[in-house]
């Protein structure tokens, strides 16, 4: 689904990158954080500052990994657009002017 949702490389639709499964790890760990976010700061209204260093550390972990799973996504897709593009090395121009 993710290499030809809508007869093109990339996610040509709003809204198709949201369908592709290999976004969902990525979706998750973010939503992951948010909620983990919202628990560190309850937690240090609280008083409990322990648990404030742990909460922060996951939360940078969550939203460092969910930015690293959707730049490793970009980055599939863009191979895949480069190895299906119509523009081949065979059929590009010489720099040269050679034939």
């Known amino acids: 689904m993710s290499d030809n949702a809508s007869g093109q490389p990339y996610h040509a639709e709003p809204g198709e990158s949201l369908a592709d499964p290999y976004n969902i790890p990525g979706i998750v760990l973010f939503i992951t954080g948010v909620a983990i976010l919202a628990a560190t700061l309850t937690t ?56």
Do not use: Y
């Open 44 to 99: 240090a209204g609280s008083g409990f500052t322990g648990w404030v260093t742990l909460g922060a550390a996951a939360t940078v972990l969550c939203f460092a990994a969910s930015v690293a799973v959707f730049w490793f996504e970009h980055e599939r897709l863009r191979r895949l657009a480069r190895h299906r593009s119509p523009l081949r090395a065979e059929s590009r121009p010489n720099p040269q002017g050679r034939t």
